[in-house]
Structure formats: structure tokens, C-alpha cells
Nanobody, 116 residues
């Protein structure tokens, strides 16, 4: 059974940082491109970043480029999202998902709230 478990969310002040993790099981993690998406209250799911299976290339949405960094550790079956210079508008549920594009299977999410 494919499982994706996100962690690392929480409450942070504007300008702060968080590092999200996603632990994968039930499939061969190193064979899959991965991505992060988020969904703010009342809004559609937004794709944030993708990384290829070997971790040497990634791409970002303009809304997070330069502030967020996607990475992975295939030895640990774990995907990461380092989020810096957080803004109030980054408040959302964050999900990791399988694949290069939006729409793949995703986890249950972790909540990020940015507020002063």
C-alpha cells in the first residue's frame, strides 16, 4: 500500500522558516519524480515544486521560487520542502505527491499557518 506521510507543519511568524518532510512507503521511492502542492482554505490546489527521481533537477511555481527549496533523500525515502521568508498567504495544507505534475497520489497533509 502506497503511503505518504507529511510532517513539520505548524504556526510560524511572517518571515520565518519551516522544513516539511514527507516519508514514503509502499512503492519504490527512488523510481518516482515527486512534488509538493498546497491548498489554502476556499482555494484550489496549487502546485509548488517538483523534483526528479535522482534529485538533480527541480522546478518551482513563481509564487514560491527563491523562497522554497525541494529536495529528497532516496536512502531515507524522504522528500523535503524547506520554506523560508514565509508570508501570510503561504498559509495552507501542504501535501507531497507522486509524479512530476499535479494530480498524483498524495498524503494526508500537514498544516502551515503563517501569522503574527
Amino acid at each position: 500500500e502506497v503511503q505518504l506521510v507529511e510532517s513539520g507543519g505548524g504556526l510560524v511568524q511572517p518571515g520565518g522558516s519551516l522544513n516539511l518532510s514527507c516519508t514514503a512507503s509502499g512503492f519504490k521511492f527512488e523510481d518516482e519524480d515527486m512534488n509538493w502542492v498546497r491548498q489554502a482554505p476556499g482555494k484550489e490546489i496549487e502546485w509548488l515544486a517538483s523534483i526528479i527521481r535522482v534529485g538533480t533537477a527541480s522546478t518551482y511555481a513563481k509564487s514560491v521560487e527563491g523562497r522554497f527549496t525541494i529536495s529528497r533523500d532516496n536512502a531515507k525515502n524522504t522528500l523535503y520542502l524547506q520554506m523560508d521568508r514565509l508570508k501570510v498567504q503561504d498559509t495552507a495544507m501542504y501535501y507531497c505527491a507522486i509524479g512530476w505534475v499535479i494530480g498524483g497520489q498524495r498524503g494526508q497533509g500537514t498544516l502551515v499557518a503563517v501569522s503574527s
